[in-house]
């Protein structure tokens, strides 16, 4: 896109940085690997994760996803939501400025993610905005680390931008784009914490470069895209008649996130190395008689494919454990997650069909298995809640 130029003010206006959304080239990758999904394991009510170190990152974010789950239950409990239509005026909103900041939300969208974007129009058009104005954050908040302004990207710049995120849930946004969130935020029981947690993952990006095991690398993908999933299911809705609990549809939105990061990391290994970025798990990596100077030197070895066999099989759970929830989802939000995921899947049979190269070849989806999955997806959306999970 010829440049959607966001401003990021800092608070008390001493510095102001420019973030231009522009290509979508050379960035980190994040995500994880693992053992096995045991997502659906009742974790027991748990403490301060500072207080009990030892409990793990799953055990972690489920305590995230519980809070999330109560959320949603609460409101559900209350009368529907009042989504107040934009002709309406109250004497406090400026419904124009309202309307066009959801506009400028939807051509970020469109520029930046066009199948997604095409898949939101057959949500409500409140829905559809209100997720378009959450893509826009997370994009902006990725495109602080991974955009052209990502050198001078500091801890403090991401405090500011943590600040300006808790003033907009408080009802005082920046700038427009700002305003669509705060607004959608007010509507909709949506959360906080997820979105801190995305910013707590840009600073991990910050500071880290290699994950040790997948445990670490779990936390980074719940950070930076599990947080996507748990920001999303409560404007996109659990579909009335679901009887699926409220906690497996979250924790299926938390898989599909993961399921996708861990596939981001997978199809970027090469790039990221050139970056200096490893994000495959260092004892995994061992376990295969794998190394650090291996992925720089960007062999393909059996050693190497036997390694990526396995994360790309862990990948796939992840993916089969999010496909669970997608149908409890209200019907019309399921397709747009049904192409995402699809597609998103596909990018490992690519990574396949390139023979594990992952260093120099990227693995990506042409536009006729594009194209061919959108009915495919939409044909899935279509099938109503069936599973009790
Ligand atoms: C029950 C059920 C399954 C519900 C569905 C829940 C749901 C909608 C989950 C969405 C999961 C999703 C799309 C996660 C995003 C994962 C992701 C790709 C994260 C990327 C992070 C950084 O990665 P990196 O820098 O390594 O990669 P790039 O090279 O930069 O791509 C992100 C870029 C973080 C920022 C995330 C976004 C911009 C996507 C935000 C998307 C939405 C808010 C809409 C999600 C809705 C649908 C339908 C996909
Ligand atoms: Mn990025």
Redesign the pocket.
Known sequence: MAGVLLWVVCPKGNATALLSLIP?SG????CRVHQKVKFSTGVSAISSAVANPARSSEEKVYDVVLKQAALVKEQRGKKPLDLGTSTETDGFTDWDLLNEAYDRCGEVCAEYAKT?YL?TLLMTPERRRA?WA??VW??RT?ELV?GPNASHITPRALDRWEKRLDDLFEGRPYDMLDAALSDTVSKYPVDIQPFKDMIEGMRLDLRKSRYMNFDELYLYCYY??GT??L???PV?GIAPESKASVES?YN??LA??IA??LT?ILRDVGEDARRGRIYLPQDELARFGLSDDDIFRGQVTDKWRNFMKDQIKRARMFFDE?EK??S??NAASRW??WA?LLLYRQILDAIEENDYNNFSKRAYVGKVKKFASLPVAYGRALMGTSKLF
């Open positions: 979508r960035k980190h990758k994040r997604f898949g997720v959450i893509y997370c994009r990725d991974d930076v895209a996507v999933g920001m999303s299911v996109m549809v299926a939105a599909l996130g996708n990061q981001n999010a929830g997608v409890e989802l747009p997650v995402s």
